[in-house]
């Protein structure tokens, strides 16, 4: 095996602001370095890539220990919006786009975009509720053989 | 930091190649780095992205991040990726003699 990763497969399984970032943010990266790239959207993370929701991805204020925000705090209807806007202005002023633009910019850098079929089945969803980008509607085993040689990252 | 001969001249770099000095830059040690790379013959339009890194580089002290590049420098996204496939940030930092880009995005 080479040292260096030629191949990184990430799995964007959660639908908070917080879940799926960093998911975007490494298969972007990787393909910054040259890394080929795949993302598969599965559960929650689905709304990434789901033109209905896609822009009102947030934060998660209630069990989120990380904010140290009380627990009946963060239930006030409205503070997952606030704590989503500020965290949006910061990210802005580093240049980290929001979630529609970022991830037509890794489609565009030849990453490629697959949506779970399990979880798109369990929504009642179609190829329809998906952002253009989004390549294929794939299983599981369809995934594996697309990772094939390359790192999975579970998110 | 080693020293190495680029295009008839002797310039400083680092670890991985990139230039430590952008001063020590000249257009034939431009093309002897891309040649190097696999990026050979340098287009207009990978110059369009190289002299924008540079100058960008060389105005504020940072290399701009793959999003300004794509939205600023006149080369959408896509086509970016087709003129540098092992990554354009890194690979046009590279080329036009500037630092390795530290951002993340």
Same mark, same amino acid.
């Not at chain 1, 033109?51 to 239930?75: F, I």
């Not at chain 1, 606030?82 to 030849?110: C, N, W, Y």
């Given at each position: 095996?080479?040292?260096?990763?030629?191949?990184?497969? /990430?799995?964007?399984?959660?639908?908070?602001?917080?879940?799926?970032?960093? *998911?975007?943010? @490494?298969?972007?990266?990787?393909?910054?370095? *040259?890394?080929?790239?795949?993302? !598969?959207?599965?559960?929650?993370?689905?709304?990434?890539?789901?033109?209905?929701?896609?822009?009102?991805?947030?934060?998660?204020?209630? +069990?989120?220990?990380?904010?140290?925000?009380?627990?009946?705090? *963060?239930?006030?209807?409205?503070?997952?919006?606030?704590?989503?806007?500020?965290?949006?202005?910061? @990210?802005?002023?580093?240049?980290? =786009?929001?979630?529609?633009?970022?991830?037509?910019?890794?489609?565009?850098?030849?990453?490629?975009?697959?949506?779970?079929?399990?979880?798109?089945?369990?929504?009642?969803?179609?190829?329809?509720?998906?952002? =253009?980008?989004?390549?294929?509607? &794939?299983?599981? +085993?369809?995934?594996?053989?697309?990772?094939?040689?390359?790192?999975?990252? !579970?998110? | @930091?080693?020293?190495?001969?680029?295009?008839?001249?002797?310039?400083?770099?680092?670890?991985? +190649?990139?230039?430590?000095?952008?001063?020590?830059?000249?257009?034939?040690?431009?093309?002897? /780095?891309?040649?190097?790379?696999?990026?050979?013959?340098?287009?207009?339009?990978?110059?369009?992205? /190289?002299? !924008?890194?540079?100058?960008?580089?060389?105005?504020? *002290?940072?290399? =701009?991040?793959?999003?300004?590049?794509?939205?600023?420098?006149?080369?959408? /996204?896509?086509?970016?990726?087709?003129?540098? =496939?092992? +990554?354009?940030?890194?690979?046009?930092?590279?080329?036009?003699?500037?630092?390795?880009?530290?951002?993340? &995005?």
């Amino acid at each position: 095996m080479s040292d260096t990763i030629e191949k990184v497969s /990430i799995v964007i399984s959660k639908g908070s602001l917080e879940g799926v970032y960093p *998911g975007l943010i @490494m298969a972007n990266g990787a393909r910054m370095e *040259g890394i080929e790239a795949n993302v !598969f959207f599965t559960f929650f993370g689905l709304d990434a890539i789901n033109k209905a929701k896609h822009e009102h991805v947030k934060v998660a204020t209630v +069990g989120n220990p990380g904010l140290h925000l009380a627990t009946w705090a *963060g239930g006030v209807p409205g503070v997952s919006a606030l704590v989503t806007h500020q965290l949006a202005r910061a @990210m802005e002023k580093l240049d980290i =786009p929001p979630i529609p633009e970022f991830v037509e910019m890794i489609a565009d850098s030849g990453a490629g975009l697959y949506a779970c079929k399990a979880s798109v089945d369990l929504f009642g969803l179609s190829e329809a509720d998906f952002i =253009p980008q989004a390549q294929e509607i &794939i299983t599981v +085993g369809e995934f594996y053989a697309l990772a094939s040689g390359g790192q999975i990252i !579970f998110t | @930091m080693t020293t190495t001969r680029l295009a008839g001249t002797t310039v400083e770099v680092d670890a991985e +190649g990139f230039l430590t000095d952008p001063a020590q830059w000249n257009e034939q040690i431009a093309a002897e /780095i891309a040649s190097a790379n696999g990026i050979e013959p340098l287009t207009d339009r990978h110059w369009q992205v /190289i002299r !924008f890194m540079r100058e960008t580089y060389l105005q504020t *002290g940072s290399a =701009p991040s793959i999003r300004s590049l794509g939205k600023t420098s006149g080369v959408p /996204i896509k086509e970016l990726y087709a003129l540098f =496939p092992k +990554g354009p940030a890194k690979l046009a930092a590279k080329i036009g003699g500037i630092p390795k880009p530290r951002g993340c &995005i």
